[in-house]
C-alpha cells in the first residue's frame, strides 16, 4: 500500500513534464511506440501466449485476450491515426473581454493523473496510454491478472519509446494484477484526478461505490435492438447478426431483441443466421411459441426474469414481444445500461420518436450498434464508452481527456468594494 502510494506520487511529478514538451516529442514517442510494436512482437505475442494458456478458449474473453500479428498492427496503425489528430490541449474554448477590461479566457488542459482499470484486453494498456500522454496526461494502468503478461510487454514497449525521448517511464505505471492493489488506487484522491474502470458491470459498479477519486463509467453495455412492425427483414437479419456475432464479449454487442408482435412469423427467418453460429436464444412465450421446431431445439430456451437487463458477452441473446413502440420504450428504459440501443423501421415517424426518446450514449435506427466505437466514429483509439452524462457521453478520446481552466488578464483593475455586493444573492 505505501509502495504504491510513492509510486502514484512519482507518476504525479512525472506528469509534470507533460506541460512543457513539444508536440513533436510527442509525436515521436507515438511512432516509436509503433515501431516498437512491430520490431517487440515476437515477445509480446509469447508473454500474450502464457495469458492465453491459463484461459479456456472457449470463454468468450478468450478473444478479448488474444494478441495476433494483426491485431498488433491495428493497434500500430491507431497509434499513428493518434498521431495524426490535432492536440486537444490549449484549444481557445471562449474568450470574452468584460466592461473592466479584463480579458476571460477559457483554454483546455489536461486532467493530471488519470488511474484506468480494465480487465482482459491488453490492447487497452496501448490505447489509453496513448490518448493520455498526447491529452497531456499520465496515468496509471491497472490491468486484470488474466493479461497481466501481456501488459507487462506492452509497457515495456511504452517504457523504451519514453526512454528514447528523453522521458520518464513513470507516466506510464503498471500496477501489480492482484484486485486487493486497487483499493489503494480508489483512495489516493489526493494524487489522481480521474479513474476510469472499463470492463463489466461488476467492476464498475465496485469502483463506483468504493472510490473516493472522480470516476467516468464506461464499458457496461445492455445493448437492445427492437425490430418494429414496418422493419425490413433482409436489414435486419444482417445487422442483427451483426450486432450479435461480430465479437461477442464487447460492450457494444446486442443482447436483447425486440421484436413487434405483428412480426414474429418472420423470427425465424431473422434469427435463422444466428443458428450458424450457435446462439442460444432465451426467449419470452410468444417469441418461443414462433421458433419452436424452427430455431435448433438445443440453443432455444424459455425466457426467465434474469435473462433481460443481463449482459451476455457470449454467444447468447434474449428476445422480447412488444405490442407496439411505446412497450419496446418501456422495456429499454428498464433495463437499459444507456450504452446503445437502436431500431430498425422503416416508419419515420417511429424512428425519429425512437432517437428522441431513448436515454442513451449512441441510439442507432437502421444500423449495427457495433459502430459504437471511437475508431469508427473517427476519433482514432479510444478510452472507453462513457454511459453517463457529466464531462462526457459515448467514446472518449482526446477531448474528453482534458479539462479546462480560465486564463484572466488585467491591467491592475480591482475589484470595487460596494454594500451592494453584500446582498443575499450577492458575491
Not at 519514453?162 to 507516466?171: A, E, I, Q, S, Y
Not at 461505490?209 to 433482409?234: C, M, Q, R, W, Y
Request: include cysteine; hydrophobic fraction near 40%.
Amino acid at each position: 500500500m505505501e509502495n504504491l502510494i510513492e509510486n502514484f506520487k512519482a507518476v504525479k511529478t512525472a506528469g509534470k513534464v507533460l506541460l512543457q514538451i513539444d508536440e513533436k516529442i510527442t509525436r515521436n514517442v507515438l511512432q516509436d511506440m509503433a515501431a516498437g510494436l512491430m520490431s517487440d512482437q515476437d515477445s509480446v505475442l509469447a508473454e500474450n501466449a502464457k495469458d492465453l494458456a491459463k484461459m479456456d478458449p472457449q470463454d468468450p474473453k478468450y478473444d478479448r485476450l488474444k494478441l495476433t500479428e494483426e491485431r498488433l498492427k491495428d493497434i500500430a496503425d491507431s497509434l499513428h491515426t493518434v498521431v495524426a489528430l490535432p492536440s486537444p490541449l490549449y484549444r481557445t474554448l471562449e474568450e470574452r473581454t468584460l466592461p473592466n477590461g479584463l480579458n476571460l479566457k477559457k483554454v483546455s488542459v489536461p486532467f493530471g493523473v488519470i488511474g484506468i482499470i480494465y480487465e482482459s484486453r491488453p490492447n487497452v494498456t496501448v490505447d489509453v496510454f496513448a490518448l493520455c500522454f498526447k491529452a497531456g496526461n499520465a496515468c496509471i494502468l491497472k490491468g486484470g491478472s488474466e493479461a497481466h503478461n501481456s501488459n507487462i510487454a506492452l509497457t515495456k514497449v511504452i517504457h523504451e519509446a519514453l526512454k528514447k525521448n528523453n522521458l520518464p517511464t513513470d507516466l506510464a505505471f503498471l500496477m501489480p494484477p492482484e484486485r486487493e492493489a486497487t483499493a489503494a488506487l480508489l483512495n489516493a484522491h489526493e494524487i489522481v484526478d480521474l479513474i476510469i474502470p472499463r470492463g463489466g458491470q461488476g467492476l464498475i459498479k465496485w469502483v463506483r461505490e468504493n472510490s473516493k477519486v472522480p470516476v467516468i463509467e464506461t464499458g457496461a453495455g445492455i445493448v437492445h435492438t427492437f425490430f418494429d412492425e414496418s422493419g425490413d427483414l433482409e436489414k435486419g437479419k444482417a445487422i442483427i447478426m451483426n450486432a450479435k456475432t461480430r465479437r461477442v464479449a464487447v460492450c457494444n454487442a446486442l443482447d436483447t431483441l425486440i421484436i413487434h408482435e405483428k412480426r414474429l412469423t418472420d423470427l425465424p427467418n431473422l434469427l435463422a443466421p444466428l443458428a450458424e453460429k450457435k446462439v442460444e436464444i432465451y426467449a419470452d412465450a410468444a417469441a418461443f411459441s414462433a421458433l419452436a421446431g424452427i430455431y435448433p431445439d438445443a440453443l432455444l430456451h424459455p425466457a426467465t426474469p434474469e435473462h433481460f437487463g443481463t449482459e451476455f458477452l457470449d454467444y447468447k441473446m434474449s428476445v422480447k414481444t412488444a405490442a407496439n413502440l411505446e412497450e419496446a420504450l418501456a422495456h429499454i428504459e428498464k433495463f437499459s445500461s444507456r450504452h446503445s440501443e437502436a431500431i430498425i423501421s422503416e416508419n419515420a415517424l417511429n424512428i425519429a420518436k425512437f432517437l428522441n426518446l431513448v436515454d442513451a450514449a449512441c441510439v442507432y435506427a437502421n444500423t449495427s450498434t457495433a459502430f459504437t466505437d471511437g475508431g469508427q466514429f473517427g476519433m482514432g483509439a479510444e478510452i472507453g464508452i462513457s454511459t453517463q452524462k457529466l464531462h462526457a457521453r459515448g467514446p472518449m478520446a482526446l477531448k474528453e481527456l482534458t479539462s479546462y481552466k480560465w486564463l484572466i488578464k488585467g491591467d491592475g483593475q480591482v475589484r470595487p468594494d460596494r454594500a451592494a455586493s453584500c446582498q443575499v444573492g450577492k458575491p
